[in-house]
């Protein structure tokens, strides 16, 4: 296709920290923690701005790591002039090499590696978010917080085991019922600890948390499985719902205790104030010092607003003034 792909809000809110220099560290400016298909990427931002995956585990430091990065950097120091051109002038695509080979040496021999190594922690830590791929996610998160980060993304893909000894996915096409029993307390447990985590370290008031699905789901239950003896969300589930569905957002500045928008009695549709997923990621812009009119370096020259919805002219339900005041907790329907 010749259309250009838009980035993730990550990959826009990297460039900018970046731009107006509120990040400096080490460490790649977006960190995306675990996999999943469809995850965001930079679009045609390229592959500077592209997220860093990383396991659920994190990475450990790795004894001797500083000394080989050195050796490698002086032997490339070596064969760096046979890449000058001609005139002495080193060519486009290997000065853009050298400058990310160079971002890469810092990330891999600093100390800033340390963020990224749960071995760091107390074990009771790893215990209050749960000894499960999310749990390790939020954690990993908060210590990207700490450090400065400016943007992450965690994905949820990994299945996790029940009671029962049976593994449950996040997608819960099928056993409803039992996904839920064993999907919500680990959900749960760890976005509270994150948030009570960054509360009492004093961060909770400088980052944004959004916990979004990729769609919704739908109200009834599937076919397959909509009529039995049993109740159906013993063995069915639910399928995709775009019409309507739930996010959460905290911290940053959106004001906690409050529910926005309204859908009916049977989740079937938004009744009352819709809100479109780029009116939730405009506000988190604006609260986060980006303004979603500003531009993003677009290959074809042409202007590249950071909000997408500005971009492709799409209809909006307006910005979360109604939460956006101290921060905390707030449930959003979009």
Known sequence: SSKLVYPGVGGGVALKKIEDGTYQGDLPPWISIGRAMGSPNEGFLGPKWKPVNISSRGRSRKAGVDQRMADRRELLAAIEPQMVGPHGIMPPAAEMTASLREEVFRAMSSEAQDVLDLGQERPEAAERYGDNDFGRSLLLARRMVEYGVPAGSVLTSGNVVGKDGKRYGWDMHEQLNASIATLCPVLDQALSALLDDLYTRGLLDDTIIVLAPENGKGPDFSSKWAKGGSHPGDKGGRQHWGN??????????????????????????????????????????????IDPNDTLPNPSGCVAPVSQATACSLPRGGILTEIMGPGGTALVTT
């Open 244 to 289: 309507g569905y739930s996010c959460v957002v905290a911290g940053g500045g959106f004001q906690g205790g409050h529910a926005i928008g309204e859908m009916d009695d049977d989740g079937r549709t938004v009744v009352s104030r819709p809100i479109y997923p780029w009116d939730m990621w405009e506000s988190a812009y604006q609260l986060l010092g």
